[in-house]
């Protein structure tokens, strides 16, 4: 008991310095509780941005409808030619009336 005693303070200098130097091991090593948080709350906000961003089948459905889009637009354009000089003569009649 005496040598206890004696040689409290080194002792418990010692079992501090030991035990500070592996809770700073232990920090380097491990992540901080906060910093998981922050990690998980990111992740579930990905997935949820996820989760609203159509799926394959649905791009591929716009994809086949935007074609036939096109080839709409495509027929269309090959009649307005025709529209537009019907529109001319239309024009053109409605002012000869007026005149």
Excluded: C
Aim: charged share 30%.
């Amino acid at each position: 008991m005496e040598l206890i005693a004696k040689y409290w303070a080194p002792l418990w200098a010692t079992i501090t310095t030991i035990a500070m130097v592996i809770m700073a091991l232990l920090a380097k090593t491990y992540a901080k509780r906060e910093s998981v948080d922050t990690l998980h709350s990111e992740i579930k906000r990905l997935d949820q941005r996820l989760d609203d961003l159509p799926s394959e089948r649905e791009l591929h459905r716009l994809q086949l409808e935007i074609s036939e889009l096109r080839g709409a637009i495509l027929a269309l354009n090959s009649e307005l030619p025709q529209v537009r000089r019907l529109a001319d003569l239309l024009l053109e009649n409605e002012l000869k009336e007026r005149s």
